[in-house]
């Protein structure tokens, strides 16, 4: 990236990262993963708002044997978006924030070099940020100041899981995560189905992968049999997989479900 023009704003990147966080695939060649213009974009930036630090250094060391980075790994600038204790709000939180993002106030210092005319990447662990995942409200403040936002092309688990599973892609809703408890699992899910029934939209959701194979089973248990449930497992992984099928199929021949690999389950009502 060049030096800033003085009185220039910088540019907010969205960098999608991979989805192969954690995985033995995780060492798989950049450039099957992300298009070459956005590792260059990526190699670019001296300044990063990252989920999580060091997740981002794996992900620009990957950078840099493609395209050498503009400074050395350890000069660059990287901090974490600000979370809040699992549960509890962030000081001075919006209510109708969720407890894991800040309020753009809080976030606007984030953002100092942008104003200062140099470009920052935004970065989620995997995926797109700020979809089913953090940084939206960082996106939303460098709307509020005037810093031009530009998304990068890349993975996001959601849409690959919806197009791989040949339901409703026209209507479709993210629910993130459905209740730990038991109970209020089952509810959530019949009350999930009714509304895809009557709207004939496609419902997606995502769990913890140690709970994966829980989730399945009490969808597989309180769904109706009609209903359509897609799982996609892995996605851009070697041994990734999609399966959609009816519940009474579902039943009828079990999956077992890894616990170490992330999963998008999706359903359609009949």
Same mark, same amino acid.
């Given at each position: 990236?060049?030096e800033?023009?003085?009185?220039?704003?910088?540019?907010?990147?969205?960098?999608?990262?991979?989805l192969?966080?954690?995985?033995?695939?995780?060492?798989a060649?950049?450039q099957?993963?992300?298009?070459?213009?956005?590792?260059?974009?990526?190699?670019g930036l001296?300044h990063?708002v990252?989920?999580?630090?060091?997740?981002?250094?794996?992900?620009?060391?990957?950078?840099?044997?493609?395209?050498?980075?503009?400074?050395?790994?350890?000069s660059l600038?990287?901090?974490?978006?600000?979370?809040?204790?699992?549960?509890?709000? #962030?000081?001075? +939180? &919006?209510?109708? !924030?969720?407890?894991?993002?800040?309020?753009?106030?809080?976030?606007? $210092?984030l953002? @100092?070099?942008?104003?200062?005319?140099h470009?920052?990447?935004?970065?989620?662990?995997?995926?797109?940020?700020?979809?089913?995942?953090?940084?939206?409200?960082l996106v939303?403040?460098?709307?509020?100041?005037?810093?031009?936002?530009?998304?990068l092309?890349?993975?996001?688990?959601l849409? #690959?899981?919806l +197009? &791989?599973?040949? !339901?409703?892609?026209q209507?479709?809703?993210?629910?993130?995560?459905? $209740?730990v408890? @038991?109970a209020e699992?089952a509810?959530?899910?019949?009350?999930?189905?009714?509304?895809?029934?009557?709207?004939r939209?496609?419902?997606?959701?995502?769990e913890?992968?140690?709970?994966?194979?829980?989730?399945?089973?009490?969808?597989?248990?309180?769904?109706?049999?009609?209903?359509?449930?897609?799982?996609?497992c892995g996605?851009?992984l070697?041994g990734?997989?999609t399966?959609?099928?009816?519940?009474?199929?579902?039943? @009828?021949?079990?999956?077992t479900?890894?616990?170490?690999?992330p999963?998008?389950?999706?359903?359609?009502?009949?």
């Amino acid at each position: 990236m060049s030096e800033p023009t003085p009185g220039s704003t910088g540019t907010l990147y969205l960098v999608p990262n991979t989805l192969d966080l954690g995985t033995p695939d995780s060492g798989a060649d950049l450039q099957a993963l992300l298009p070459l213009g956005v590792i260059r974009i990526a190699a670019g930036l001296q300044h990063w708002v990252a989920e999580n630090a060091k997740s981002t250094r794996a992900f620009l060391k990957r950078v840099d044997a493609v395209v050498p980075l503009v400074l050395p790994l350890q000069s660059l600038c990287i901090v974490e978006l600000p979370r809040a204790q699992k549960g509890a709000p #962030l000081k001075g +939180a &919006a209510p109708n !924030l969720p407890s894991a993002m800040a309020p753009q106030a809080s976030l606007q $210092p984030l953002l @100092a070099p942008a104003q200062h005319g140099h470009d920052v990447g935004l970065i989620s662990e995997a995926g797109l940020p700020a979809v089913a995942d953090p940084g939206a409200a960082l996106v939303q403040a460098a709307h509020g100041l005037g810093i031009r936002v530009m998304a990068l092309p890349g993975a996001s688990s959601l849409l #690959l899981a919806l +197009a &791989a599973s040949g !339901l409703n892609g026209q209507s479709f809703a993210f629910i993130g995560y459905l $209740p730990v408890d @038991a109970a209020e699992r089952a509810t959530r899910i019949r009350d999930l189905e009714a509304l895809s029934r009557r709207q004939r939209q496609t419902q997606l959701m995502i769990e913890t992968p140690y709970r994966n194979e829980a989730l399945l089973g009490a969808l597989v248990a309180h769904l109706q049999a009609t209903t359509q449930l897609s799982v996609s497992c892995g996605l851009t992984l070697a041994g990734g997989f999609t399966r959609s099928d009816t519940v009474a199929a579902w039943r @009828a021949r079990a999956t077992t479900m890894p616990g170490d690999v992330p999963a998008v389950f999706s359903l359609l009502a009949g």
